[in-house]
């Protein structure tokens, strides 16, 4: 079949394209991660400036779409700027700021189900506040937050595919570009699809079972 014989033509330029994909995916998001974090810590706060900044940095990012975020950090700020951004770098950034937005909402959520008695006995017992988040609600909420946090890294990776209008060459731009020189948009964009769909399968039903093996380990 034609298809085929473009898939096996074609392999090693889209398993290249899948490799970044994964790459900017996983760097994103563990970066979101750790600015996430924060961004929870911060919304839960009792500081109303810190509270604020978490509050409007989460309604600007989760308001805007993520292709003007990538083309406003690549195009409009490196412009302002005189910044010649790398486009893997641009993505990432890019990446980072939009998931690290949802990050927020999710590790606030997950400190927020932590029964309250369990700060306020950790705090008579003479922890700091940061202590108790650090050793007492943080790793309690990570747990929970979990299937939350990969099914944020499902969505990030399919996020990379809106990247291509910076100039990176994942999946779909590669696809583009194999599409360039063949002229079968088709063939071609079904197959981007069907990989994309085995991969992210692949992820769900990961997810699924850590969600269960979690579930299990509660009930135990």
Excluded: H, W
Excluded at 100 to 129: H, K, T, V
Aim: glycine share 6%.
């Amino acid at each position: 079949m034609e298809i085929l014989a473009l898939l096996k033509e074609s392999f090693p330029s889209l398993l290249s394209g899948i490799g970044v994909t994964i790459e900017i995916a996983v760097i994103s998001l563990i970066l979101a991660v750790m600015l996430g974090i924060i961004l929870g810590i911060f919304s839960i706060s009792t500081s109303k400036i810190l509270k604020g900044i978490a509050t409007i940095y989460i309604y600007i990012v989760r308001g805007t779409p993520l292709m003007i975020q990538a083309l406003f950090l690549f195009f409009g700020v490196g412009q302002a700027f005189n910044i010649r951004f790398d486009p893997m770098i641009a993505a990432i950034i890019t990446l980072t700021i939009n998931a690290s937005a949802y990050m927020a909402e999710i590790f606030r959520g997950g400190i927020q189900a932590i029964d309250n008695g369990q700060m306020e006995a950790a705090r008579s017992l003479g922890l700091s506040y940061s202590k108790t988040m650090r050793r007492v609600i943080l790793p309690q909420a990570v747990k929970i937050m979990i299937p939350s946090i990969l099914n944020q890294f499902i969505v990030t990776l399919k996020d990379t595919s809106i990247l291509s209008v910076i100039s990176i060459r994942e999946l779909t731009a590669t696809g583009q570009i194999i599409i360039a020189r063949n002229y079968k948009p088709l063939q071609m964009y079904a197959i981007v699809a069907c990989m994309y769909f085995i991969l992210i399968t692949v992820l769900t039903l990961v997810s699924s079972y850590i969600e269960r093996k979690i579930s299990y380990g509660n009930k135990r």
